[in-house]
């Protein structure tokens, strides 16, 4: 059984600032929230990791309450090229329950 | 950069043949995965390896085996092979220590007629 909880799909426009949200109800206190991107035909991309409050890379934020029951990956003025699955992992170390990715969110960014 | 390669982008082969699929990287990881991803189902672990020589069952280890002899060197093997296992099949290793990312290689896609 997933330990995440994601979207299906979402559609956004060039430009435009998209929010996915996460579930994770169950997280442990020593998980950390991971999230990856992939594109057709390839294998996953690490996004962004964090534990809680905000994390900001150059690519994506990262927004997780104190509660840490859900995340929000924020990508800012998205691109067609942004559009991709993207998955949300938490806790990615042994065992395996730790390590689900789910069925990930298919985000399509139109013109 | 880590890199992680499979021996094959394309696989076809034929109902009960023993597969053989490869998986190296060059990061000197302890962790190794394989995933299979099928569509609507996201990627499910089949198995993984945390040491040379060790493994542990993923959420759908039936019907495949693993080795790891080397650390860099991880491989997924179909005793014989059954058209339900044509797939997308995902290495990925880690460090282990650290924040646990996953590296991924580029998916070897296994067809069995």
């Known amino acids: 059984l997933a330990k995440t909880t994601q979207p299906i799909s979402m559609d956004s426009y060039e430009g435009q600032e998209v929010n996915i949200t996460c579930s994770h109800n169950n997280i442990a206190t020593n998980d950390y929230i991971t999230w990856y991107q992939q594109f057709p035909s390839q294998g996953p991309r690490f996004i962004i990791q964090?534990?809680?409050t905000k994390v900001t890379n150059e690519v994506a934020s990262l927004f997780i309450p104190a509660d840490r029951k859900s995340s929000t990956l924020s990508l800012p003025r998205v691109s067609l090229s942004d559009t991709a699955v993207y998955y949300c992992?938490?806790?990615?170390?042994?065992?395996?329950?730790?390590?689900?990715f789910g069925a990930g969110t298919r985000l399509t960014v139109k013109p | 950069d880590v890199k992680v390669t499979q021996s094959s982008r394309y696989l076809v082969k034929r109902t009960g043949e023993k597969v053989f699929l490869e998986c190296v990287q060059d990061?000197?990881?302890?962790?190794m995965f394989w995933y299979r991803q099928d569509p609507g189902l996201g990627l499910r672990l089949i198995y993984f390896s945390y040491d040379v020589k060790m493994k542990e069952k993923g959420d759908i280890p039936e019907g495949y085996s693993v080795s790891r002899e080397k650390k860099e060197r991880f491989s997924l093997i179909l005793e014989s092979a059954s058209t339900n296992q044509t797939s997308m099949y995902l290495c990925a290793s880690s460090s282990g220590t650290g924040r646990y990312e996953q590296y991924f290689g580029p998916g070897t896609r296994l067809t069995v007629t």
């Open positions: 990061m000197d990881h302890e962790n």
């Open positions: 964090g534990y809680k």
């Open positions: 992992l938490v806790g990615d170390r042994p065992p395996a329950e730790n390590m689900r």
